[in-house]
């Protein structure tokens, strides 16, 4: 995309977040306090993150209407999910219409003759992983900036592997997010991202993944949401442990426990969890010219890292 393509698409994105702000105030679509919340405040404006979907459609015409299947998906979820933000749904039409969402971008990639069974299986993951992500604008800051770290080393990776996908919906994303970063990565955030900007995001996120894994034959970019995967895992164990309805809202993520047990600062979370995303995307980036069994080991490694650190860092919070 050139500079003036860049500049165009800047302007767009800040007139649709913009307008959208204005127009969310007018119909009244705000966030409303629930047991997972961080905050009380009844003004903060809700489903902000349709930007991520608008620069999604900006990358699909953009490219010519490339991945149409992806892009069927990602209006489906997306429309379920600012639905959602309006008006609460029942959970069976949110998750079927993500399992229909995560079908058409698996078959987009390919991984659909695999077996009905496999295919089941990765729909399953999907929509887990659509779900899990969701949790992310708990805080203020974190899905803007984690969002970014993992959306630009995606953006750079494919640029790097002369991905077909380079330069194509991720650079929209990407200004999307640094642009909703401006009114929610702040000690009082004007807006969250809402149902709609967490699961759209997270769907665009693991369609690249999913490429940057086909174009490098290696697993090993699963860690590009390492800090956030294992934070989520861990937590989920933790309620199953507990016997505790993993459908319900909590505060139990270690990201929400330093914030409510700790009272850290919200951008003070966000940040350490980008930082520590970026550099391990960093050792990824580095390791996936290495043998399978050196990135077998990071893997193991940093997997195990972060595993102790959450176990260390929940204990601390809770003061066990």
């Keep these: 995309m050139s500079l003036a393509g860049y500049l165009i698409t800047i302007l767009a994105l800040v007139v649709a977040q913009a307008g959208y702000l204005r127009l969310a105030r007018w119909f009244g679509i705000i966030d409303r306090p ?21 620069a999604g459609a900006g990358g699909f015409f ?50 659909t003759s695999n077996g009905v069974w496999v295919l089941i299986g990765l729909v399953l993951v999907g929509v887990g ?7 992310m604008d708990g805080i ?57 900007g967490s699961i759209s995001l997270a769907f665009a996120v693991l369609f690249s993944l999913v490429q940057v894994i086909s174009l490098t034959q290696t697993y090993l970019p699963m860690l590009l949401v390492a800090v956030y995967g294992v934070d989520t895992g861990m937590t989920l164990l933790y309620r199953l442990c507990k016997r505790q309805n993993v459908f319900q809202a909590h505060r139990l993520h270690l990201f929400q ?40 080991i990071l893997a193991g490694s940093v997997l195990a890292l972060l595993a102790g650190l959450y176990v260390g860092l929940r204990r601390w919070a809770l003061n066990e």
Aim: some cysteine; glycine content about 10%; proline content about 3%.
């Design 140 to 196: 203020n800051g974190m899905t803007a900036w984690y969002g970014m770290v993992t959306v630009g080393t995606l953006w750079s990776w494919q640029e790097q592997l002369g991905s077909p996908m380079a330069g194509s919906g991720l650079p929209f994303v990407f200004i999307a997010l640094l642009i909703f970063s401006t009114v929610n990565a702040r000690r009082q955030a004007i807006c969250f991202a809402g149902d709609v």
């Design 62 to 111: 953009y490219t010519g209407f490339a991945y149409p299947y992806f892009f069927a998906g990602l209006t489906l979820v997306a429309t379920v999910s600012f639905l959602d933000d309006l008006r609460p749904l029942s959970r069976r039409y949110r998750l079927a219409a993500q399992a229909v969402g995560i079908a058409l971008l698996l078959y987009e990639t390919g991984l």
């Design 257 to 296: 426990l330093l914030v409510h047990k700790r009272n850290w600062p919200h951008l003070r979370v966000s940040g350490v969890y980008a930082l520590c995303q970026l550099v391990i995307n960093g050792l990824v980036v580095i390791a996936v010219t290495w043998g399978l069994q050196a990135q077998g």
């Design 129 to 135: 992983v659509l779900n899990a992500w969701n949790f």
């Design 34 to 54: 629930n047991a997972r919340s961080a905050h009380n405040d009844l003004t903060t404006i809700r489903g902000a993150g349709i930007l991520f979907f608008l």
